[in-house]
């Protein structure tokens, strides 16, 4: 019973490294890595922000608050910081935000994911010419850079390149 309890531990450290080597270093000599052999271009390095569509957003974050103690905030959300595996702060955070949604269009989902880019406009680049519906319009403000994409289940996607140190 120890053993098993022990090897399914060892297990899942195994892959969760093994996981995040893949997703955080992709193997640029790989045709498959690289897509269809073009210059490797850096993909989603995580998730920035998670965003829910709601009919009565007041109360879903009034509900939120209340039974799972998110610190929801007055513009609507909340931003989680990130910490290392012994629990100090390190530099990034999610956002998570409930609202009215009018921002997902032309998705009409409940939500929206926002990941974490390094190269905004490389990772543009490479989705239009690997035939991705990658929306015209861009932002770029004191947050950092945006873009969208949309996945072949008409969720928007949203990209987003922080500033610098973030």
């Not at 931003?79 to 009018?102: C, E, M, N, Q, Y």
Request: aromatic share 10%; net charge neutral.
């Amino acid at each position: 019973m120890i053993y098993t309890r022990f090897a399914g531990a060892i297990l899942l450290s195994i892959l969760a490294t093994l996981a995040r080597a893949q997703t955080i270093t992709p193997d640029s000599s790989n045709a498959s890595d690289n897509h269809a052999g073009q210059k490797a271009v850096s993909r989603v390095t995580g998730i920035g922000g998670i965003f829910l569509k709601a009919k009565d957003p007041a109360m879903l974050r009034a509900w939120y608050k209340t039974h799972l103690g998110i610190d929801v905030q007055a513009w609507g959300g909340t931003a989680f910081r990130w910490a290392d595996s012994s629990g100090h702060p390190v530099a990034g955070k999610t956002a998570w935000l409930i609202g009215d949604g009018k921002n997902f269009a032309p998705s009409t989902a409940s939500f929206m994911v926002n990941y974490r880019v390094s190269d905004l406009h490389g990772l543009l680049i490479a989705l239009r010419a690997e035939g991705c519906e990658v929306l015209e319009k861009t932002d770029e403000s004191e947050f950092g850079k945006f873009g969208w994409v949309m996945d072949p289940e008409g969720n928007k996607i949203e990209l987003w390149q922080p500033p610098e140190g973030q």
